[in-house]
């Protein structure tokens, strides 16, 4: 019996399966273990085609090791370069660690939803990130310095176990330059930290924002998250202006695999960036 | 259309043994044909070709975690209900190469595959596994995302449906509103009848494949003997899951203790996946050569009770059996419905035959609901 194809809009129409080569053209290390790639596509074609919005991310393919999904670290406004911040910890990502610039990768993307800017004009933002949760936010950062006069107040928080694992931070200087207003904590400090000292949500408490008219955007393990929506709710700030980025098992990336599940959401189509008030039944549910 | 052929929709009444012509026709057409055939004490679907290979005078006895074939006397050769396999294995198979890769010049090319898709005729379709299918379209080509590999398969298939005449005791496809008898999706539908099958014609394909056989339309006795059969397998129907309070009673109880009540027997086999005409979940491998100079990439079926399903970097979401069945029963019932807008469960009764401790999803369902949060 033939079949019925439905009327959507199919945004791959060969095979979504099938990734693309791209050539590194910069490996730059950002932290312990943590590099900064960044690619082109090798297909002009490809590369012309392409673009992403903050919060989307790449599945990145090495044959014979396989794919990992990725953030794009890097500025939407200059598509033709894919900049991904990879903690280089599992079986992909320690093979990707060993390439060298002029090595080739697969890439399939961007693939999910990405950080509401478009719903932020004239709003303050506070962005707010643990460890490598930096990573996918940095697009929002650099879209936002780009654009300055277009948002209120805009604050990151960001903390990480020890400052050798703070990202970016030869950037800090700039961004704050431009109007970014960055507050910075470590779990533990070393010999030359001056800084602050505690975990990523006690940064609320040094930090006056009104909630009215604020977006929270934040990223980094779920714990972490559970105890900023916890800070931010505090504050008054509305549920439904609240976003998480959610990280879970990712084979496809586009809805086949089935591993992603997140109760009726699939974080590679839905997420992975999601609206806390459509999630709160199912946030911080045990080994959900 | 030629004036020997019926038009569609027409009921149509042929001796049974012109079946083989209608074969003959699928064969000719280019088609290969799967359909049940008795292996390893099991009807299973393989390649056939003969009316011969159908498990003629087999039937089943279906009970939770027990399967047993039985000769009868009767001259049957679609007498038993649904068996370990679905058609889900032919249309999204559990091994499948997605592509190769060759480093050529020191340079990765991807090569996607070549070869030609199946041509595929279906023989012995029943009601709830025709509703699976209609689930996978939903769910490997409804969305944003076509699954190019599901669609060079499914596009091209032919459908042989066959009316349910008899019932066992695990299945409740009338709950789930998918059976016993084929309504849509067909290119022809037989019903067994002792000496004729009657056959509804869905298609022009599939009134061409009646060329050949000596049809008739079919007279009041054939249709009156169908209808009894049809009301005979209804009424064998008696296992019932109750779906109007679905998804909002699994939501409400992800914290129910009967999820450790089950978690204790479960033994996380992922048979029930397995066998699930509509259970979609793959994972990936990436052999290569020594070298490292040859790869591809392999999907295969993978089940959220495998241990590594939800494994992220840090630890795995679901360590525990509870967690697995609950993920599992709650898509099936509940999540399903909001991702695809249909219940993942046809009520094919797979999932409680093939259970090694004899789980019932039914059983499951009604306990949450005797003990429901309110």
């Keep these: 019996?033939?079949?019925?194809?439905?009327?959507?809009?199919?945004?791959?129409?060969?095979?979504?399966?099938?990734?693309?080569?791209?050539?590194?053209?910069?490996?730059?290390?950002?932290?312990?273990?943590?590099?900064?790639?960044?690619?082109?596509?090798?297909?002009?074609?490809?590369?012309?085609?392409?673009?992403?919005?903050?919060?989307?991310?790449?599945?990145?393919?090495?044959?014979?090791?396989?794919?990992?999904?990725?953030?794009?670290?890097?500025?939407?406004?200059?598509?033709?370069?894919?900049?991904?911040?990879?903690?280089?910890?599992?079986?992909?990502?320690?093979?990707?660690?060993?390439?060298?610039?002029?090595?080739?990768?697969?890439?399939?993307?961007?693939?999910?939803?990405?950080?509401?800017?478009?719903?932020?004009?004239?709003?303050?933002?506070?962005?707010?990130?643990?460890?490598?949760?930096?990573?996918?936010?940095?697009?929002?950062?650099?879209?936002?310095?780009?654009?300055?006069?277009?948002?209120?107040?805009?604050?990151?928080?960001?903390?990480?176990?020890?400052?050798?694992?703070?990202?970016?931070?030869?950037?800090?200087?700039?961004?704050?330059?431009?109007?970014?207003?960055?507050?910075?904590?470590?779990?533990?400090?070393?010999?030359?930290?001056?800084?602050?000292?505690?975990?990523?949500?006690?940064?609320?408490?040094?930090?006056?924002?009104?909630?009215?008219?604020?977006?929270?955007?934040?990223?980094?393990?779920?714990?972490?998250?559970?105890?900023?929506?916890?800070?931010?709710?505090?504050?008054?700030?509305?549920?439904?202006a609240i976003y998480i980025s959610m990280e879970r098992n990712m084979k496809c990336a586009v809805g086949f695999c089935g591993h992603c599940q997140y109760g009726p959401t699939f974080i590679c189509k839905q997420g992975p960036v999601l609206n806390f008030a459509a999630i709160e039944p199912f946030f911080g549910k045990e080994d959900f | 259309m030629p004036p020997n052929l019926p038009r569609v929709s027409a009921s149509v009444a042929i001796p049974k043994a012109f079946l083989q012509q209608v074969f003959d026709s699928l064969r000719a057409a280019g088609f290969s044909l799967v359909g049940p055939t008795v292996r390893e004490g099991a009807i299973v679907l393989d390649e056939i070709a003969r009316l011969d290979d159908l498990p003629l005078g087999w039937t089943d006895e279906q009970a939770p975690g027990r399967y047993r074939l039985k000769k009868t006397r009767e001259a049957q050769y679609f007498g038993y209900g649904v068996g370990p396999h679905s058609w889900k294995q032919f249309l999204h198979p559990p091994r499948l190469r997605l592509f190769g890769a060759e480093k050529k010049d020191g340079n990765w090319v991807f090569l996607p595959p070549q070869e030609?898709?199946?041509?595929?005729?279906?023989?012995?379709?029943?009601?709830?596994?025709?509703?699976?299918?209609?689930?996978?379209?939903?769910?490997?080509?409804?969305?944003?995302?076509?699954?190019?590999?599901?669609?060079?398969?499914?596009?091209?298939?032919?459908?042989?449906?066959?009316?349910?005449?008899?019932?066992?005791?695990?299945?409740?496809?009338?709950?789930?509103?998918?059976?016993?008898?084929?309504?849509?999706?067909?290119?022809?539908?037989?019903?067994?009848?002792?000496?004729?099958?009657?056959?509804?014609?869905?298609?022009?394909?599939?009134?061409?494949?009646?060329?050949?056989?000596?049809?008739?339309?079919?007279?009041?006795?054939?249709?009156?003997?169908?209808?009894?059969?049809?009301?005979?397998?209804?009424?064998?129907?008696?296992?019932?899951?109750?779906?109007?309070?679905?998804?909002?009673?699994?939501?409400?109880?992800l914290e129910h203790p009967q999820w450790d009540a089950v978690a204790a027997r479960c033994l996380s086999c992922a048979n029930c996946t397995m066998v699930c005409p509509t259970c979609f979940c793959t994972t990936v491998e990436d052999p290569s050569n020594l070298r490292g100079t040859v790869a591809e990439r392999i999907r295969l079926a993978d089940s959220c009770f495998n241990g590594d399903f939800s494994h992220v970097f840090g630890g795995n979401i679901r360590p525990s059996i509870r967690s697995r069945y609950r993920q599992w029963l709650s898509h099936k019932l509940a999540s399903w419905i909001d991702q695809f807008g249909t219940s993942g469960c046809v009520g094919c009764g797979r999932c409680i035959t093939w259970c090694p401790v004899g789980i019932e999803i039914t059983e499951e369902v009604n306990a949450i609901r005797t003990k429901a949060a309110k």
């Design chain 2, 116 to 253: 030609p898709p199946p041509h595929y005729a279906f023989v012995g379709v029943r009601a709830c596994d025709l509703a699976a299918i209609s689930v996978l379209d939903r769910v490997l080509l409804g969305g944003e995302f076509r699954d190019p590999h599901y669609v060079r398969r499914r596009e091209n298939v032919f459908v042989l449906a066959v009316n349910c005449t008899q019932a066992s005791p695990t299945c409740f496809c009338v709950s789930m509103q998918t059976g016993p008898r084929v309504t849509s999706g067909y290119d022809l539908a037989l019903t067994e009848l002792p000496d004729t099958y009657l056959v509804e014609v869905g298609s022009e394909a599939g009134s061409q494949m009646l060329q050949g056989t000596p049809w008739e339309p079919a007279n009041a006795f054939d249709l009156g003997r169908a209808a009894r059969a049809f009301y005979q397998a209804e009424r064998q129907v008696t296992r019932e899951l109750r779906t109007d309070d679905l998804p909002k009673l699994i939501y409400e109880n």
């Design chain 1, 1 to 240: 019996m033939s079949v019925a194809f439905p009327a959507t809009e199919i945004r791959h129409p060969v095979d979504p399966m099938l990734p693309r080569p791209a050539i590194i053209q910069a490996i730059k290390p950002e932290a312990v273990g943590v590099w900064t790639f960044s690619m082109t596509f090798a297909n002009p074609a490809d590369r012309d085609a392409y673009r992403f919005q903050p919060g989307q991310f790449n599945m990145l393919y090495l044959p014979g090791f396989g794919e990992v999904a990725i953030s794009l670290s890097s500025d939407p406004g200059e598509p033709q370069v894919l900049g991904h911040t990879i903690r280089c910890a599992g079986n992909v990502t320690q093979a990707i660690s060993r390439l060298k610039v002029g090595d080739r990768v697969g890439v399939r993307g961007p693939f999910g939803s990405h950080w509401p800017l478009e719903n932020a004009a004239g709003k303050n933002l506070i962005i707010v990130t643990g460890g490598i949760g930096l990573a996918p936010l940095r697009p929002v950062v650099l879209s936002v310095l780009s654009h300055r006069h277009a948002y209120g107040r805009v604050l990151l928080l960001y903390g990480a176990r020890t400052p050798a694992d703070l990202l970016y931070t030869r950037e800090f200087g700039r961004w704050r330059e431009s109007g970014l207003e960055v507050n910075i904590t470590v779990d533990v400090g070393d010999e030359n930290w001056r800084g602050k000292v505690g975990v990523v949500p006690q940064l609320f408490y040094f930090v006056r924002m009104e909630h009215k008219n604020t977006l929270v955007l934040t990223c980094g393990p779920e714990i972490m998250m559970r105890f900023v929506i916890y800070e931010a709710l505090a504050r008054r700030i509305p549920k439904d």
